[in-house]
């Protein structure tokens, strides 16, 4: 009989010792997802509150629900909300907020982050001309989750000043958004010029963001009247017995990039037996021209006296430097 009683005292201390029974688990996920709002998320499961090795098991956060769990369910989840039970600097009612698990230092809210991205990452400007200038354009985007703040816009050390960007001071951007940042390559002198420029923002991962530019200056063309030969025509042949004389004709045009007058000549010489030249024919006409403009310039007609080769000259002198003259024969024949 003494056997019988102690035996159930035994089975009356087991079920106290126990309180967290096969039986009384679905209560309690039951009362948890009721007081959370978490059925149907990843904590509406076992593993909310117990170990790799079964429901026999227990987590972190498992272990101070248990310590409470005397004074009922819901007092202790509530007891339990405050801690940081896996210590991940996360308390649990935060981390039962965030759907994540707080009996896991693996899983945890991941906060809110901006995050930086920037297209191009270089911006050639190529040939610009001394005095003038040239923009291209970048795009600062925000593909994190928090306001994207980009604290400073400067240009990298060595970077010539010839270079700027705006906006220069600082902005921000919303997250999913972009702004557009404008470089502007205004060259000084004919140099080829390169650096970047650098972005200092509040991304943890990529705090300081550069974009290479690079360009070169070019000398503009100094104003000139520049005038070229387009034809020279004079009679290849010219007979005697027909009474023929040369009538030398220049076509010009005006390749410069401001008007002007210049002076076309033309040189008529002849070459004797012995080999002396002598000049036989010399005339010279203004002509004044726009830019692009062309003339046909007509000049006084030679009449040889006799058999001989003449050997024709055309020039124009102008601004430019280039060698302007055209060259041709007329044969003499009695």
Known sequence: MHRIKNLAVVAVLAAVAAPLSASALSTYLSTFNSKYGTSGTALDSCTTCH??????????????????IASGIASALTLAEPKDSDGDKVTNLDEITARTLPGDATSFPVAPAPKIAVAPTSLSFGTVAVGSSATQTATVSNTGTADLT??????????????????????????????????????????????????????????????????????????????????????KRLDLSRGGTAAPKVSVVNAGTVAGTVTVHVEGSVTDAQGVAAIVYTASQDVTLAPAATAKVSFPAYAPA???????????????????????????VP
């Not at 060259?187 to 923002?201: F, H, K, R, V």
């Not at 006799?306 to 055309?314: F, I, K, L, Y």
């Open 51 to 68: 170990g790799s090795g079964g429901t026999s098991t227990f987590n972190p956060y498992g272990t101070d629900v248990r310590a409470n």
């Open 306 to 332: 006799g058999p001989e080769v003449v050997t024709w000259t055309a020039t124009v002198a102008d601004q430019d430097p280039d060698v302007d003259a055209s060259s041709a024969t007329t044969k003499v």
């Open 150 to 235: 980009v604290t400073s816009v400067s240009s990298c050390n060595g970077t010539s000043t010839e270079f700027t960007a705006s906006p220069a001071a600082a902005f921000t951007v919303a997250p999913g958004g972009t702004q557009t940042l404008t470089v502007k390559y205004a060259p000084a002198d004919a140099t080829t010029d390169s650096g970047c420029i650098q972005l200092a923002n509040n991304d943890s991962t990529d705090g300081t963001v550069q974009i290479a530019v690079s360009g070169t200056g070019q000398s503009q063309p100094t104003a000139v009247v520049d005038v070229d030969i387009t034809r020279f025509s004079v009679p």
